[in-house]
């Protein structure tokens, strides 16, 4: 059964950045079927996707972070990384990794599963 | 960016209740509709996708319809562990959004 699992420090200072990994057990993140996506809540609000990697290392990201968003691969290691530049309080936000599915049968359907359990992210001095 | 509105954005209902819950999309998004659930400090899960599809090992209580605009998700017969948050996703768009959620809480 595929986990993922969010590690990284807890509490970030404004204007520095926070780093991230996810690490995938139960399966290769070298699949060629997915790709692997970085998902963020702030507390007590909704979801929003920050970005998505393929196992080669092609990325696409939201638009509204690009500027400050970095995700790599590590396939020697089955994790994937998420780097946020020059944060602010409005960074504070459970972050999750998860596993980006696209079916062609679907009509190419894209979805998000499985996710991590997430982690909390503060950004504080 | 296409804007997903899910409502109503909280619910009151009891167990046993046929409970459906809307979301749509400010353009059309054939059926690249997700609905997820999310219970408190837990990451979201996956329940319905491409508008209709039911996950497997999601109970057949849940179901989804619709396409173009206007979704649903609808629970036929709400049980005690049903009481939580509900996200719907659009995936027309390489930026995938999310509604802002609706509340399913125990009347």
């Known amino acids: 059964q595929l986990q993922l699992q969010e590690s990284g420090p807890g509490l970030v200072k404004p204007s520095e950045t926070l780093s991230l990994t996810c690490t995938v057990s139960g399966g290769s993140i070298s699949s060629s079927s997915y790709y692997w996506g970085w998902i963020r809540q702030p507390p007590g609000k909704g979801l929003e996707w920050i970005g998505s990697?393929?196992?080669?290392?092609?990325?696409y990201y939201n638009p509204s972070l690009k500027s400050r968003v970095t995700i790599s691969v590590d396939t020697s290691k089955n994790q994937f990384s998420l780097k946020l530049s020059s944060v602010t309080a409005a960074d504070t936000a459970v972050y999750y990794c998860?596993?980006?599915?696209?079916?062609?049968?679907?009509?190419?359907?894209?979805?998000?599963?499985?996710w991590g359990q997430g982690t909390l992210v503060t950004v504080s001095s | 960016d296409i804007q997903m509105t899910q409502s109503p954005s909280s619910l009151s209902a009891s167990v046993g209740d046929r409970v459906t819950i809307t979301c749509r999309a400010s353009?059309?998004?054939?059926?690249?509709l997700n609905w997820y659930q999310q219970k408190p400090g837990k990451a979201p899960k996956l329940l319905i996708y491409?508008?209709?599809s039911l996950q497997s090992g999601v109970p057949s209580r849940f179901s989804g319809s619709g396409s173009g605009t206007d979704f649903t998700l609808t629970i036929s017969s709400l049980q005690p562990e049903d009481f939580a948050t509900y996200y719907c996703?659009?995936?027309?768009?390489?930026?995938?959004?999310f509604g802002q959620g609706t509340k399913l809480e125990i009347k």
């Open positions: 353009q059309s998004i054939s059926s690249y």
């Open positions: 990697i393929y196992y080669s290392g092609s990325t």
């Open positions: 491409a508008a209709s």
């Open positions: 996703q659009q995936s027309y768009s390489t930026l995938t959004t």
């Open positions: 998860a596993r980006r599915e696209e079916v062609v049968a679907a009509g190419g359907a894209v979805w998000f599963d499985p």
